[in-house]
């Protein structure tokens, strides 16, 4: 079993950023995809950021690429997202996943996430 613990979510406004952190503990996610879906009020879950276990370009959703960055540390046991020039559709709980390894590439397809974070709240206001 892993368990995923998320921080660093808030409020923030229109063009401001925010870190947010998952940290994991029980067994690895070495092998795991690993990284963070999100959801809106009235949306589908979608997947926003995701690295990839042996490294490797991460998996970004077009509409966070070059504002969104992820990076993860299997020595902490911890990814982060760095989210930057932040709009109101950013508006969701965010959720750091991590699937039980053995994907490859790793996709945003919730389905294949057996490990989830209680998620944490982003609010973008003008």
């Known amino acids: 079993q892993v368990r995923l613990v998320e921080s660093g979510g808030g409020s923030v406004q229109t063009g401001g950023s925010l870190r947010l952190s998952c940290l994991a503990s029980g067994n690895t996610t070495r092998s795991s995809c690993w990284g963070w879906f999100r959801q809106a009020p009235g949306k589908m879950r979608e997947g926003v950021a995701l690295s990839h276990p042996g490294g490797g370009t991460p998996y970004y959703r077009d509409s966070v690429k070059g504002r969104f960055t992820i990076t993860r540390d299997n020595a902490k046991n911890t990814v982060t997202l760095q989210i930057s020039r932040l709009t109101s559709e950013a508006t969701a709980i965010y959720y750091c996943?991590?699937?039980?390894?053995?994907?490859?590439?790793?996709?945003?397809?919730?389905?294949?996430?057996?490990?989830w974070g209680q998620g944490t709240q982003v609010t973008v206001s003008s």
């Open positions: 996943a991590a699937d039980s390894g053995g994907h490859w590439p790793c996709l945003p397809n919730a389905y294949e996430y057996n490990y």
